[in-house]
């Protein structure tokens, strides 16, 4: 394995159309000018040409109002004559290992098959909401609604002013950035950070397949912000926060939807779908899919995260109160993050200590470390202890 140069990186998109075809060259030609720059990109080499390879794409992720670096995977792939030679696992190995030594928390990835990365310590710890409507009629719970535009007036609820859909314009896209950083930041712990730059990328990204990002006003006044594109069989949203007031996460907050919230959702499911048709020219009985923060549809495992520096990584998890834990960890991938260690904890953060020789009071491997801390799924009997889940990735690339 070797880390590609600049100059090289091009050669990596060959390999990338064989292995997914389903990309258009309109997608591509946007990734290797805007994404594949600042990717570091590992690579194997067979026969004269790259047959094996990673992009990890650099994204800060907002982490309770403090930023840590990560890398998100993609294009994890080998060609098919290449396969089960031990390339990507030795990728692998020796990227978490480079990570490790830049004392990055964890990388993290979405995965085409979970059981593909469960041996190198990962584990699921983002899950999305999804709805989808396939053809007019049906429950209003279902997903975006495929009905015709609403008429003059129409999408009222209880006096309330109709809701409308516009573009998001170039010069909106710091506003857009802290209004989506507002709405995450209310409702998960972590999450890839939004500015106006990401904003910018992410309107062009969506362009490359005949999307975009819009803005879902009432009354004048925006409600809500969604990136958009038509997929294989209709249209994805893939991202739509709303004001908690307007449309709260009732879903993911484990309630049950009152009158009022169906009527407003009901609402945006009609102005966005309207909007959609308009936008991508897609027929009004296609599909539309629509990813939210929990208030419509049904929950999905998503994104997989491992832990890469241990020791960065628990420096960021906080408790609400002072405690000691005395932790044993194994990593067999990584044994640099193995021991037993002294964790204390409090408001501000945490940090761990050598405690060769104590007794620890509770033993996992990595991955069960990252799915209590980023998952939230607790080992028994240690529930209070503090951790990041509701973790919301949504990215693509």
Not at 58 to 70: A, E, H, K, Q
Not at 217 to 228: C, D, I, L, R, Y
Request: hydrophobic share 40%; net charge negative.
């Amino acid at each position: 394995m070797r880390w590609l140069r600049q100059e090289e990186k091009g050669a990596t998109r060959p390999l990338w159309e064989e292995m997914f075809p389903e990309d258009s060259a309109s997608f591509l030609d946007y990734y290797y000018r805007e994404k594949a720059p600042e990717a570091e990109i590992s690579a194997e080499e067979a026969e004269g040409r790259l047959v094996s390879m990673i992009h990890w794409n650099p994204y800060p992720l907002w982490v309770r109002g403090r930023r840590w670096d990560s890398r998100y995977l993609v294009a994890v792939a080998t060609s098919p004559a290449f396969r089960h030679q031990g390339r990507m696992a030795e990728q692998l190995r020796q990227g978490l290992e480079h990570w490790r030594r830049q004392r990055m928390p964890f990388v993290w990835l979405v995965p085409a098959k979970e059981a593909i990365y469960r041996p190198f310590g990962f584990r699921t710890v983002s899950w999305l909401w999804r709805g989808t409507r396939t053809e007019a009629g049906g429950s209003a719970g279902e997903a975006l609604s495929a009905a015709k535009p609403p008429e003059p007036g129409a999408g009222r609820s209880g006096g309330e002013a109709p809701l409308t859909v516009r573009p998001l314009e170039p010069e909106e896209d710091a506003w857009a950035a802290a209004f989506w950083m507002r709405q995450l930041a209310g409702r998960f712990s972590l999450f890839p950070e939004r500015n106006a730059a990401y904003m910018a990328r992410l309107r062009r990204e969506t362009a490359s397949e005949g999307g975009g990002v819009a803005v879902l006003e009432q009354g004048g006044t925006p409600v809500g912000v969604f990136a958009f594109w038509p997929a294989e069989a209709g249209i994805e949203v893939r991202e739509m926060a709303l004001e908690p007031g307007f449309l709260p996460d009732f879903l993911r907050l484990g309630q049950a939807e009152t009158a009022l919230w169906g009527r407003r959702r009901q609402a945006v499911q009609e102005a966005a779908a309207a909007y959609l048709r308009q936008a991508c020219g897609y027929p009004a009985q296609g599909p539309v899919t629509l990813v939210n923060t929990g208030w419509l549809g049904e929950r999905q495992p998503y994104a997989m995260a491992r832990i890469v520096c241990l020791e960065a990584f628990l420096e960021g998890i906080r408790s609400p109160r002072e405690k000691t834990l005395c932790l044993r960890v194994e990593d067999p991938l990584l044994p640099e993050n193995q021991g037993t260690f002294r964790w204390r904890l409090g408001p501000e953060g945490s940090r761990m200590e050598p405690a060769a020789g104590e007794a620890p009071e509770l033993s996992l491997r990595i991955e069960a470390l990252g799915q209590w801390l980023l998952g939230g799924q607790a080992p028994s009997g240690y529930e209070e202890t503090p951790d990041l889940a509701e973790v919301f990735f949504t990215e693509i690339v």
